[in-house]
Nanobody
Framework: QVQLVESGGGLVQPGGSLRLSCAAS????????LGWYRQAPGKERELVAT???????NYADSVKGRFTISRDNAKNTVYLQMNSLKPEETAVYYC????????WGKGTLVTVSS
């Protein structure tokens, strides 16, 4: 059984930064691809960034150069550093673990507003 718990969300001004964390239980973390997704009000969930077991990363075009995904296998944790945040990036951010099955956290709310 895998459980994912996100943290680090909150209110930030436009242009500000936040770092999200996602702590995972279970032993499959090291052999799983990880990702961050987000869902804004009234919109579908969308990919933000992913990172493979080997550490290869992939980003949505809209966040390239501003967001950085990373993983710490010793801590079973994946991070999302978000810089230069925009109001339209207000959303619930979800952590995903993919290892034959898909697992999701409950999400953490990020609000970008002045």
């Amino acid at each position: 059984q895998v459980q994912l718990v996100e943290s680090g969300g909150g209110l930030v001004q436009p242009g500000g930064s936040l770092r999200l964390s996602c702590a995972a239980s279970g032993s499959i973390f090291r052999i799983a691809a990880l990702g961050w997704y987000r869902q804004a009000p009234g919109k579908e969930r969308e990919l933000v960034a992913t990172i493979t077991v080997a550490g290869n990363t992939n980003y949505a075009d809209s966040v390239k150069g501003r967001f950085t995904i990373s993983r710490d296998n010793a801590k079973n944790t994946v991070y999302l550093q978000m810089n230069s945040l925009k109001p339209e990036e207000t959303a619930v951010y979800y952590c995903n673990l993919n290892s034959m099955l898909n697992y999701w956290g409950k999400g953490t709310l990020v609000t970008v507003s002045s």
